[in-house]
């Protein structure tokens, strides 16, 4: 009766404590994916099964959740976040925003360093991948989640309206060598003109940054871009801010 939010947590990827390798790129840029929504599936299932909740759901605080590799590049647990990796937590997010009936809160961990979205030395302080996917979309990606068709695999796409509703931003997941087009099908709204993309990339699934060096990764814009087909670029996450009438 008192309750609020149950904690949940979860990690993926080659891991301290198991022996898991690498695996192909398709299947370890969906596992945030995947586990998010094997959590909300099963809170969704188990809570109904309760019958001293009488129907009420408990909303889910996901309070940890990244990858976690056992090689060690940082200090004593710190891994290298590679574009992969990347491409993965944008997936995770795009999974928190379709199950954000149920998921009220979810939090990257951590900040710097050991697992974190940010590595440093003596002397520098570098943005991993995984760090500026969460940069991007928490600059430019809507507040309000839109109800949407899952994307055909290997593709992942999701949208939401900004806060004052007059801009559409979409976010796809490119994790294949090859650029795609996107044509939007929209109902119940109209487009205004061009809009602008950001997208993150690297030349392949291991590019990484790395503190006191050229980034290897980063954030380009693109201004103009038209909207009757956009161009994702491969092996990215794009973000496309798209005005409204």
Not at 32 to 41: D, H, M, N, T, V
Not at 65 to 84: D, I, M, P, Q, T
Not at 139 to 154: D, I, Y
Request: proline share 4%; charged share 20%.
């Amino acid at each position: 009766d008192y309750m609020t939010l149950l904690s949940e947590h979860f990690y993926r990827g080659r891991v301290p404590w198991t022996k898991e390798g690498r695996v192909d790129l398709l299947t370890h840029v969906g596992m945030l994916k995947e586990s998010i929504r094997a959590k909300a599936e099963g809170h969704r299932k188990l809570q109904a099964s309760l019958p001293n909740l009488k129907g009420r759901v408990i909303p889910i605080a996901m309070d940890e959740w990244n990858f976690w590799h056992r090689e060690v590049a940082y200090g004593e647990l710190g891994c290298v976040y590679e574009l992969s990796d990347g491409l993965g937590v944008a997936e995770g997010l795009h999974e928190y925003y379709r199950q954000s009936d149920l998921i009220h809160m979810a939090h990257y961990a951590q900040t710097v360093n050991v697992i974190g979205a940010i590595k440093t030395t003596r002397t520098a302080a570098e943005m991993e991948t995984t760090g500026l996917v969460l940069e991007l979309y928490r600059k430019h990606f809507g507040e309000t989640p839109l109800l949407m068709p899952e994307a055909a695999a290997p593709y992942d796409v999701v949208a939401a309206l900004t806060k004052d509703g007059r801009t559409l931003t979409v976010a796809v997941v490119n994790p294949t060598s090859e650029e795609i087009n996107l044509t939007l099908d929209l109902a119940g709204a109209t487009l205004a003109g061009n809009g602008t993309r950001w997208h993150i990339t690297g030349a392949d699934e291991f590019a990484h940054n790395a503190p006191g060096q050229p980034r290897a990764v980063d954030i380009k814009r693109t201004d103009g871009v038209a909207t009757n087909a956009l161009k994702v670029p491969a092996l990215s996450a794009s973000l496309f801010a798209l005005p409204l009438k």
